[in-house]
C-alpha cells in the first residue's frame, strides 16, 4: 500500500489549503485515514481522522472549526481543507493509513504512511 500526499505549498495567514492524499494497493474503503502533522523540533500529532466508511469524522483542537476531512472512495483518495491558517499550522503534514476501518488516535494506530507535504503559512 502506498500513500501520495499533495496539495501543501506557502499560502498566508488567513487563506486556506486543501491537501490530498491518494492511495495506491489494498482496499482504501477497508480503512480508517487520517492526518498527522510534524512542526520543526516537535512530535508528529493527529490533525484529523476519518473512519473507513467516511461517516465518523474528528478533528483535533488545533483545526477545530477550521477543517473539512472528507473521503472518496471511488477514487482511493482522501481530503483535507483547513482554513483562516496561522503561522503555527506550518509543518510537514503526513497522511496515513489506519489499521483498522476506524478513527486513528494516535501514531501507533497507523498501518501505512505517506511521504508527506510541507505546508508553510507566512505571517
Not at 499533495?6 to 480503512?31: D, K, P
Not at 490533525?47 to 483535533?60: D, L
Request: with cysteine; charged share 15%.
Amino acid at each position: 500500500v502506498q500513500l501520495q500526499a499533495s496539495g501543501g505549498g506557502l499560502v498566508q495567514t488567513g487563506e486556506s489549503l486543501r491537501l490530498s492524499c491518494l492511495v495506491f494497493g489494498g482496499t482504501f474503503s477497508n480503512y480508517g485515514m487520517g492526518w498527522f502533522r510534524q512542526a520543526p523540533g516537535k512530535e508528529r500529532v493527529l490533525v484529523a481522522t476519518i473512519s473507513a466508511s467516511g461517516r465518523e469524522v474528528y478533528g483535533g483542537d488545533s483545526v477545530a472549526g477550521r477543517f473539512t476531512l472528507s473521503r472518496d472512495n471511488a477514487k482511493n483518495t482522501m481530503y483535507l481543507e483547513v482554513s483562516s491558517l496561522k503561522p503555527e499550522d506550518t509543518a510537514v503534514y503526513y497522511c496515513a493509513a489506519a489499521r483498522t476501518p476506524h478513527l486513528m488516535d494516535r501514531q501507533a494506530d497507523v498501518a501505512y504512511w505517506g511521504q508527506g507535504t510541507q505546508v508553510t503559512v507566512s505571517s
